[in-house]
């Protein structure tokens, strides 16, 4: 206790050397906190996000994403409804969505244009939440009579290509499962935004029924099941994999390609980040300390005459650092915590990034781990900096010392 007490005076010695030295720690604990914050926020939103978009589970066929089709669901599953049935009983599964990927022409009559296509049924949309946006018109309905056309979705580039809009007619021309072409007449529902112009030149959405006709067969591309917990994922891949050992079952971090690039790309730059923060900490803490020591040989020499051992008088110098690292990053968590608090009330956004149109929200969040590893390490860094310059200054000899200028 009588170290600390005299660490402490000896930091209030040099009032304004010492609060630059810890500001400089806050600012490195704000930036490390804050930006590791952003990070999981990211990762976060990107998890759900691809989750959401594919499944937490895909069911398909053995070999189904490796293997390309010579003709529309070559590896198709066929009853699916047994499979939708079975777990929509399980009380963790939130939706069991089956789909039919498929491509061909669009036409209104006049022009005509390429497509990717996805038939999915009415639950799609309720179950994924917003992840399109409808500039024009609504989803597709839960049921349609059986006199009217069937119905479908633009994406919005594709619509402006064919100049349709909402009540017109399309026609799709596809490959059935027998290299036949078959085509359909659509009237248009709505026409949604990704945020993805390229996807958003091509894709469209139809019913289940109406994408099977068209290819005629019934089986069905692949079998989403969306759980309401995300971290139920793994315990719930293993169960499905028993239980459907025939059937290929794939997580939806194998299939989330752009969320593991973002997240490398992430993690190389929060490395760098915390490497180029941790020299300037190091540095600034060492010009502090070796500064300190120079106003102080004669003190260090003095002490030394009088039977203090060398040890001691680095560990006084030690605790300093490790007080100004204290202090730093004590302020550095307060800081942050405020401006965590503050963005959740300013809701301010960030711009669309490259490929997309809409921008989304900054947040940060406030990692007890990430917290404690930053503190840790600041404080490490700043008792290390203040033992190595006190290191030298203790070795000194103490007539040397004592004769200092």
Not at 169 to 194: E, H, P, Q, R, W
Not at 296 to 317: C, H, V, W
Not at 361 to 374: D, H, K, M, Q, Y
């Amino acid at each position: 206790m009588q170290s600390i007490k005299l660490a402490w005076y000896n930091i209030l010695r040099n009032r304004r050397r010492s609060l630059f030295t810890i500001l400089i720690t806050v600012v490195a604990t704000l930036v490390l906190l804050a930006s590791g914050g952003f990070g999981l926020y990211m990762y976060q939103g990107l998890e759900e996000e691809s989750a959401r978009d594919t499944g937490n589970l895909i069911i398909t066929r053995t070999g189904y994403f490796e293997t390309e089709e010579d003709y529309p669901l070559q590896h198709g599953l066929s009853g699916f409804k047994e499979i939708q049935q079975h777990y929509l009983k399980d009380e963790q599964v939130k939706a069991v969505l089956p789909n039919v990927d498929f491509q061909g022409l669009i036409s209104n009559g006049e022009k005509t244009a390429i497509f990717m296509g996805k038939g999915v049924e009415h639950g799609e949309f309720l179950a994924k939440g917003p992840f399109i946006n409808f500039i024009e018109g609504h989803a597709l309905s839960a049921e349609v009579e059986a006199s009217a056309d069937p119905e479908i979705l633009l994406g919005k580039g594709l619509a402006k290509n064919l100049k349709v809009s909402v009540g017109d007619i399309v026609t799709l021309l596809s490959t059935t499962t027998d290299n036949v072409m078959n085509a359909m007449d659509f009237k248009v529902k709505g026409v949604f935004s990704t945020g993805i112009p390229e996807l958003e030149k091509r894709m469209i959405y139809t019913d289940l029924n109406s994408a099977q006709i068209l290819l005629d067969s019934d089986r069905v591309s692949s079998i989403a099941i969306h759980l309401f917990d995300i971290d139920n994922t793994s315990a719930k891949l293993d169960e499905v994999q028993s239980q459907y050992s025939e059937l290929e079952v794939t997580p939806w971090w194998e299939r989330a390609f752009y969320y593991r690039d973002v997240k490398n790309l992430f993690d190389l730059i929060f490395a760098l980040l915390g490497i180029v923060i941790s020299l300037i900490v190091f540095l600034a803490i060492s010009n502090t300390m070796g500064m300190t020591i120079m106003e102080r040989t004669r003190e260090i020499g003095t002490l030394a005459a009088m039977g203090t051992y060398r040890y001691e008088i680095t560990r006084n110098f030690t605790l300093e650092g490790l007080m100004i690292g204290l202090i730093g990053t004590v302020t550095g968590i307060a800081l942050t915590l405020a401006l965590i608090g503050f963005l959740n009330v300013a809701n301010i956004e960030m711009p669309p990034p490259p490929g997309s149109t809409q921008g989304f929200p900054i947040a940060i969040n406030f990692s007890l781990g990430l917290t404690l590893f930053s503190s840790i390490l600041l404080m490490t860094i700043c008792a290390m900096a203040a033992w190595f310059a006190a290191r030298s200054g203790a070795r000194k000899p103490i007539v040397e010392a004592l004769s200092y200028v």
